[in-house]
């Protein structure tokens, strides 16, 4: 069965520095998605991705964040200047295939982000 | 903006014990409902969803859940737990847009 991937599984990284999350989602997906959890806390939206440029974002997502689907299949999330409170679980999640209605989003394992 | 409350942070039973998880959203107009479940070590997983229709639904692992519109309610439901069904189950909506908000999860320990 199909998986979203994500790469690294865990990224120790020291505050200001620049982060790269990598995601694979479901080949035939067209929306790719990623949310966060800091620990102890919920799940919440980044940000949404469909046709080459961001449909909707939330009040995380700053100038800090950025996404991009460099190529046909990686789907990135790069903080440029991380900070203590970055620390946290990042999911990638990927739905709807061409020619079918949105449906449930796929998520990967997630990427375990500390900041020191 | 729409929010998701889930009732209970903790759940400890014992195995055949039936379970039944709280999940209350606010927004008024059109939802689309979803738990999700995580095992120990593992991703999200969907158990099962709600766009139309039979507002009983029914999931993977013998979950189902139950819409009840005027209670703005989701609740997931499982008659005879098992030591398996040990994870964090989490209740999620989409309203406008394409985004998920999560209630806070549910950890459930199933003692065998």
């Known amino acids: 069965e199909p998986e979203v991937t994500q790469t690294p599984s865990h990224q120790v990284t020291q505050m200001g520095q620049e982060v790269i999350l990598r995601c694979v989602p479901i080949?035939?997906?067209?929306?790719f998605y990623w949310y966060r959890q800091i620990l102890g806390q919920k799940v919440e939206f980044l940000v949404s991705?469909?046709?080459?440029?961001?449909?909707?974002k939330s009040e995380i997502f700053d100038d800090q964040f950025s996404v991009e689907r460099p190529d046909g299949s990686n789907f990135t999330l790069k903080i440029r200047s991380t900070k203590l409170e970055d620390s946290a679980m990042y999911f990638c999640?990927?739905?709807?295939?061409?020619?079918?209605?949105?449906?449930?989003?796929?998520f990967g394992p997630g990427t375990r982000l500390t900041v020191l | 903006a729409q929010s998701v409350s889930q009732h209970n942070h903790h759940v400890i039973l014992s195995e055949a014990a039936s379970l039944e998880l709280g999940c209350n959203y606010s927004y008024g107009g059109t939802v689309n409902l979803f738990w999700y479940v995580q095992y120990p070590g593992q991703h999200l997983q969907l158990l099962l969803k709600?766009?139309?229709?039979?507002?009983l639904v029914k999931g993977i692992k013998g979950f189902e859940a139950e819409f009840i519109k005027s209670k703005f309610s989701f609740n997931l439901r499982k008659p005879s737990v098992q030591w398996s069904d040990t994870a964090e189950y989490f209740c999620a909506v989409k309203a406008a847009g394409n985004k998920l908000t999560f209630g806070g999860g549910t950890r459930v320990l199933v003692k065998p």
């Open positions: 709600y766009f139309s229709g039979d507002p």
């Open positions: 080949s035939n997906h067209l929306y």
């Open positions: 991705f469909y046709n080459n440029e961001i449909s909707e």
């Open positions: 999640a990927s739905n709807g295939e061409a020619g079918a209605l949105r449906n449930e989003q796929f």
